[in-house]
């Protein structure tokens, strides 16, 4: 026990006996004057025969209940009064004292007992001392018909009565605390009316013994009557009780689920149905819920959680599934020893049953009140109680179940977004100087490990990165899954350049292999950062700024991006470009630019690439980056590729009709890859305007290529079956094996302009360069280099024996007008052979 309530329950023990010395001493005090004016002249029969009536009397506790209230009394006021009449006031007090002292030290402990007898002692001192002061003791009540003869025995229980009264109520002053002016007259109240209805009673027994002794002989009979009727009675009222108390239950534990005190109401209320001292309900621990064990007693306002009840009996009723009573004279007698060496005198353990399996037990200990133990029905009662306890804890456990389910990630157990939201609701409300920072981190490579391992490979993965973030992030911080790859870290952070930090070593944790099955992974992710209050306050503002900055953080090196506001301009004008690019594409308001390319051996122009562009009539001119991801999302990317083939087709049949034949390179998104009939669509375009097939060249990046082998190879096959031209564009920007190359139904190489810019100054660009050169001549492929800009690089390209070039050291982007222009300004025409002529540059020798 601990020493707190050690010290209480000593307490509460030294005042009760403290309070019992008193009335005791009162009690001496009131009896010696009788003791001393009293006759002690009777007959030895007539005394036991009173002793017999008080012991009955004492023992037999009258439950009457008026208008839903329950009212306990014994009718000891009916001996007393015949007492009174027929014995000396000595001998009334010693016959009921002893009657008490035989009743109460059977049935209380020792400082209760001695209590009752006390104010036993007391009450009847104060009646036969009330009594005298009207006539003559000891009895010799010489006429009953006259009822100024009947008021002073009245009087006489009822002061008895008031002494009982006042006694109780002091001591439980004492102890507890005052019960309050209105409790003290109700019982006072209650009690008076009791003693007057009993002294009644004894009036009427005293008429007919004044009549004639055979009259004893009727109020046996009538007594016996009225003790089965009130038999009968009671268990009818007990019935009645236990269905309303069941009802009141079900209830109260149907409020107290959702109000969220279960345990108390559920405790408290069966402590008080069975008159028990304690109500223990003990749960095991389960999955994620801890062991629950909690105790209501009889003078606690809340639970405790200290065991009552020996670890024994619960196990006992938990293994064999069967519940357990033990007290004094009931029960095993092992398990009897326990109890009593845990101080307890009885209790009941009744096992909880969720369909066949037991989820923990609850338990009453200690029956208070005039038994002696639970009584069987008491049991039925508590088993009974037990079903619906076991109900409402399930179905609370469900509920919180429900509730967790809805605010946590099924597969890593991470809260989700609905729980980051609330949590970032929170913390935005505190004013602090430093800054609540959210990282959120995007998972690179997941579609990838599912589609070659498996989605429950893609799972364990995710389930690693998830324990890994929860291991690695600072203690104060909530780690979140917010979607399919995607986790976000939150925190409150001194500045910005410690939430980057933090960002920084996350993710190199995170870039640790990890193992699956008989692979080590190496995972990367993009990390994408916001931060209250200079990036927002709303919870959503802050996660969708995050998504922002992910998508930017994986265009940079650094694979880390701080939110800034053009991240959201240029999404939002994304957003608002949808609907204008479609009626763009409806009017005709796209316009195709031409780059010229030219062979660098000689000089000549063999082609062009066709690329798309767009004035806004409100934004001006619009990237082609930002308006093919709109039509990328939209679904509008067809259109706009038939667009642009249109348009090149179209003008290359044009310049063939005019005796200088170009060929045409028309770019494609990765997407367009995946569409089985854009193969069927181009050959019915090159039908169409007449151009053939290996006129056209379509260009695909290198991503778009290698990303997904096996997805766009049917589409590349069947493009190659039909004579077009295919070119990797952006070559070496890619993580492609160059071996992979030769694989490909491709027949050119364009190098990209971040190496071709710098091999002049870069020797690491120019061995790029040259390596690829050296390797796509090997493969038989034509090499494209594109973004000259000097003569010096277009010496080192020749040099190297690169076939084609593009840039600004020709031309840039043209419109078709300015495009004949500059052919007629910057080309000349030369005859080869007969009838046959070319387009050299005038600027190039």
């Known amino acids: 026990m601990p020493a707190a309530e050690s010290t209480r329950v000593l307490g509460a023990q030294a005042k009760a006996w403290l309070a019992t010395v008193v009335v005791a001493l009162c009690a001496v ?56 009449v027929y014995l000396p006031p000595a001998w009334v007090i010693i016959a009921r004292v002893a009657a008490a002292a035989i009743s109460h030290f059977i049935l209380f402990s020792p400082v209760k007992a001695l209590f009752n007898i006390a104010v036993r002692g007391a009450s009847t001192a104060v009646s036969a001392l009330t009594l005298s002061l009207f006539m003559a003791l000891p009895a010799g009540v010489s006429n009953m018909g006259d009822p100024l003869t009947w008021i002073p025995l009245v009087l006489a229980t009822e002061a008895g009565n008031l002494v009982s009264i006042v006694a109780l109520a002091a001591i439980l002053t004492v102890v507890q605390g005052w019960m309050g002016n209105g409790q003290f007259l109700r019982s006072l109240t209650q009690s008076s009316a009791v003693c007057l209805v009993n002294s009644m009673l004894g009036l009427l027994a005293l008429f007919a013994l004044r009549a004639s002794l055979w009259a004893t002989v009727c109020l046996a009979v009538l007594a016996v009557l009225v003790g089965f009727g009130y038999r009968a009675y009671q268990r009818f009222l007990q019935q009645h009780r236990s269905l309303t108390e069941l009802y009141d239950f079900t209830q109260a534990a149907a409020q107290a689920r959702e109000a969220g ?31 629950v064990l909690l105790t209501a007693r009889i003078d606690d306002k809340g639970l405790g959680d200290r065991p ?20 004094p004279k009931v029960g ?36 208070i009140g005039g038994m002696v133990t639970f009584e069987p029905h008491e049991v039925r009662l508590l088993e009974t109680l037990a079903a619906h306890v076991a109900v409402a804890v399930e179905n609370s456990r469900l509920v919180d179940r429900l509730r967790f389910d809805a605010y946590h990630d099924s597969l890593t157990g991470l809260p ?33 490990v599912n589609e070659s391992m498996g989605h429950q490979a893609g799972d364990k993965l995710l389930a690693e990165v998830s324990q890994r973030l929860r291991d690695l992030a600072p203690p104060a911080a909530l780690v979140a899954r917010v979607g399919g790859d995607k986790f976000a870290v939150t925190l409150r952070a001194e500045s910005a350049a410690e939430a980057v930090e933090l960002a920084g070593k996350l993710r190199a944790a995170l ?20 931060l209250h209050p200079e990036h927002g306050s709303e919870p959503e503002v802050l996660l969708r700024r995050a998504d922002l900055a992910v998508h930017a953080a994986k265009q940079t090196n650094s694979h880390i991006q701080q939110f800034h506001l053009a991240l959201e301009s240029g999404s939002t004008r994304r957003i608002g470009l949808a609907g204008d690019l479609r009626r763009a594409l409806d009017a005709g308001e796209l316009e195709v630019y031409f780059q010229p390319k030219v062979a660098l051996s000689d000089r000549r122009l063999v082609g062009v690439e066709c690329l798309s562009r767009w004035e806004h009539p409100v934004h001006g001119s619009v990237s082609p980056q930002d308006f093919i991801a709109v039509a990328e999302h939209t679904g509008q990317l067809g259109r706009l590729t038939e667009v642009v083939l249109r348009e090149g087709l179209r003008r290359c049949r044009e310049w063939a009709d005019e005796g200088r034949p170009l060929s045409v390179a028309v770019n494609l998104s990765p997407r367009t890859l995946v569409d089985p009939d854009f193969p069927s669509q181009v050959g019915e375009l090159l039908a169409e305007y007449g151009v053939p097939a290996e006129r056209l060249t379509l260009e695909i990046t290198e991503d778009g290529m290698v990303a997904g082998p096996d997805r766009p190879m049917p589409t590349l096959h069947r493009l190659h079956d039909l004579g077009v031209r295919l070119s990797v564009d952006d070559f070496g920007t890619g993580y492609s094996s160059l071996s992979y190359l030769r694989r490909l139904p491709v027949h050119e190489v364009k190098v990209d302009r971040m190496f071709v810019q710098g091999m002049a100054t870069d020797p690491g660009d120019l061995a790029i360069v040259r390596a690829v050169v050296d390797l796509s001549r090997h493969f038989g492929l034509s090499v494209v280099a594109e973004g000259v800009e000097s003569e010096l690089t277009l010496a080192l390209l020749e040099e190297m024996g690169c076939d084609i ?18 052919f007629a300004a910057q080309t000349v025409t030369e005859e080869v052979g007969v009838g046959g002529s070319v387009r050299r540059l005038r600027a190039v020798p």
């Open 29 to 84: 005090a009131l009896i010696i004057p009788v003791a001393l004016t009293s006759t002690y002249e009777a007959k030895a029969i007539v005394v036991g025969l009173f002793f017999l009536l008080f012991l009955a009397a004492e023992r037999t506790l009258i439950h009457v209940e008026v208008q839903q209230q329950t009212y306990s009394n014994t009718a000891v006021e009916i001996p007393l009064l015949l007492a009174l």
């Open 261 to 291: 005190n279960l345990a108390d109401v559920l405790l408290v209320r069966a402590r008080k149905l069975l008159s028990a001292e304690y109500a223990t309900l003990w749960l095991p621990e389960s999955r994620r819920h801890p062991e």
């Open 308 to 327: 009552v009840t020996p670890n024994a009996l619960r196990n006992k009723a938990v293994a064999g599934d069967q519940t357990i009573v033990v007290g």
């Open 332 to 367: 095993d007698p092992a398990l009897r020893a326990q109890l009593t060496e845990h101080g307890r005198k009885d209790a009941i353990v009744v096992p909880l049953r969720s369909g066949t399996a037991v989820i923990g037990t609850i338990e009453v200990v200690n029956r």
């Open 416 to 448: 989700n977004r609905r729980r980051m939201t609330a949590m970032l609701e929170e913390a935005v409300k505190v004013s602090a100087p430093d800054v609540v920072a959210v990282l959120l981190f995007d998972v690179d490579g997941m579609r990838d």
């Open 511 to 530: 870039q640790e292999p990890m193992r699956l099955g008989t692979l080590n992974l190496d995972v990367d992710t993009a990390v994408g950062l916001a």
């Open 805 to 822: 070039g593009q840039g600004f050291f020709f031309s840039r982007a043209l419109p078709y007008e300015r495009l004949e222009t500059w």
